[in-house]
């Protein structure tokens, strides 16, 4: 009896990259990217935006606009057209912190010269300025409960509150013993409590009731560049140095500490309606951290230093429209997510999360698996039934299912028809998994020479180009550089006969010579490496 013919086992490759996670899928459809370059270069030092979510107390959410701060002007961009709306420029030092109140209707910014000034956002009007600071001022920030309550942070080392109606500041924060660079009031709290981060590597807690010291301090290792309170109002981040400080304000102590930047962080913000946390550092790149077990689940990497970063949310629904990143180099990055299909992927990842965390992630994979129809399962009912106790199944060989019938290209090699099973894999578009199976094959039958003779120009041609495509892919090498030698062996004579096949052939040359220049770039890198590597183990055995 003849035994049935199994197909041809195909080459197993090695594991590619692992595929991309629902959140990086999210973070990716961040697609539409535009790059706004800032007059005269200048760095883009904040970006900001009034969101809903962090002001309770505004009625308006329909707000269409978000500021940068860049050089010595405050630019007003639109939400949906991502174009330039108005520009204010009423500044007589480099501008710094340019803040749109919940309502849209006011900017708050400050400058390098230690004034405040308060505009109309429709006229461009001054309609308030301070000059109580006698240093730059680098935070200024509108209270989520009141719209008429201001604080500004400044190099004089204090941070002050104000009332918009009134001339003077109404409360100052004394205690900081360097310049004062970062400053926010905490949500969820009706006292008006107010976090500050300063360059004496410390991050307090203010009461503007106790005015005289701070309620809580948290020291740090290097200067704090940046806070950023989460919405709960019990949890506070603070970035100094290269790492994220999570501080615990119910503990009064620090809950973690998150290195995951080579340079100094500079910049934090929320996203995803505060469940996530964005990070950005002078190394260029941008993290984004879940709010549980902060876990980096995604990154972007920019050319330059990252000097600030915002969320925008677009109403009503607040989701997440675009990513603002502001660079050293004076472009404004802004990457934008389309709703539609991405939105059922939002909703796909939310839920995923949510099974992760409550435990039921094999439960959610078994009802999202693809449901076999009921015609295939009547005819697998009984296939796997091996007898019941002493009773033996008989398998009738007429009944026997046949097998699947086998490609003509794998007809061919079985034949012997190689060049014609050669031919059919290429000709046919088959994967090149499958083409290199193939090869594989006739390598180890060594019917390499017999499959590759006796061919013309056009029969060439598919060859030449596959080993030009696939001769980069290093699980393709070791095959692809045997096939190469054995044309050129057997078909260098037939050179300037054909002008397409020489076409061919020199682009199989071009590729060679840019895989050599690339194998002997790593050489080099590898030499210098080695030489880093053992000038620092002689350092550390003396």
């Not at 902060?294 to 629904?317: C, D, E, H, M, N």
């Amino acid at each position: 009896m003849a035994a049935t013919v199994a197909s041809l086992v195909q080459v197993k490759l090695p594991a590619g990259p692992a595929p991309p996670t629902p959140e990086q899928r999210y973070w990716r459809s961040f697609r539409s990217h535009q790059q706004i370059p800032s007059p005269a270069s200048a760095a883009i030092t904040h970006v900001s935006f009034p969101s809903p979510a962090d002001h309770p107390s505004s009625t308006r959410s329909t707000n269409d606009l978000f500021a940068v701060t860049s050089g010595l002007r405050v630019q007003l961009y639109s939400i949906r057209a991502r174009k330039l709306l108005k520009s204010i420029t009423r500044f007589d030092d480099v501008a710094r912190s340019g803040e749109i109140r919940a309502d849209a209707r006011v900017l708050l910014a400050g400058d390098d010269s230690g004034t405040i000034q308060v505009f109309d956002v429709h006229s461009r009007a001054i309609l308030r300025t301070w000059k109580e600071h006698k240093q730059p001022v680098w935070a200024t920030k509108f209270s989520p409960h009141q719209l008429t309550t201001v604080l500004s942070a400044s190099d004089d080392k204090t941070v002050k509150l104000w009332d918009l109606p009134r001339q003077e500041s109404t409360t100052t924060l004394v205690g900081h013993g360097d310049y004062v660079r970062a400053a926010a009031f905490l949500p969820a709290t009706t006292s008006g409590a107010v976090v500050s981060a300063s360059y004496d590597e410390s991050v307090r807690i203010w009461d503007p009731r106790v005015p005289g010291r701070a309620v809580m301090t948290f020291m740090h290792r290097a200067p704090v560049e940046s806070v950023l309170p989460l919405r709960s109002g019990t949890t506070v981040l603070a970035a100094a140095g290269n790492q994220v400080s999570v501080l615990d304000l119910v503990a009064a102590k620090p809950q973690q500490v998150l290195q995951v930047h080579q340079k100094t962080v500079t910049s934090l913000c929320l996203a995803s309606n505060g469940s996530r946390v964005l990070s950005g550092g002078l190394d260029g790149h941008l993290k984004v951290l879940e709010t549980t077990a902060w876990t980096v689940v995604a990154g972007f990497k920019y050319p330059s230093p990252i000097l600030s970063l915002r969320v925008i949310s677009a109403a009503p629904t607040h989701e997440d429209k675009h990513l603002v990143v502001g660079l050293q180099s004076g472009i404004l990055s802004i990457r934008t997510r389309f709703s539609g299909e991405e939105r059922a992927r939002d909703q796909e990842r939310a839920q995923q999360m949510a099974a992760l965390m409550d435990g039921r992630l094999e439960e959610y994979d078994r009802k999202k698996a693809k449901r076999i129809p009921l015609g295939v399962q009547k005819r697998r009912r009984g296939r796997d039934f091996a007898g019941a106790g002493i009773d033996v199944v008989v398998e009738d060989v007429d009944d026997r299912r046949k097998g699947k019938k086998l490609p003509q290209w794998e007809v061919d090699l079985r034949k012997g028809r190689y060049a014609a099973a050669l031919d059919g894999v290429l000709n046919k578009m088959y994967p090149p998994v499958t083409v290199l199976t193939l090869l594989t094959a006739l390598r180890h039958r060594s019917a390499l020479r017999t499959a590759l003779l006796g061919r013309d120009e056009r029969a060439l041609q598919p060859i030449v180009k596959w080993l030009t495509k696939h001769l980069p892919d290093p699980r393709y090498l070791v095959v692809a550089v045997e096939v190469g030698l054995l044309v050129v062996e057997l078909y260098a004579g037939h050179l300037g006969e054909s002008p397409d096949f020489d076409k061919a052939v020199r682009a199989l040359h071009a590729r060679v010579r840019e895989e050599v220049e690339r194998a002997q770039q790593a050489c080099l890198t590898e030499g210098m490496l080695d030489l880093i590597l053992s000038a620092d183990e002689t350092m550390a055995a003396s």
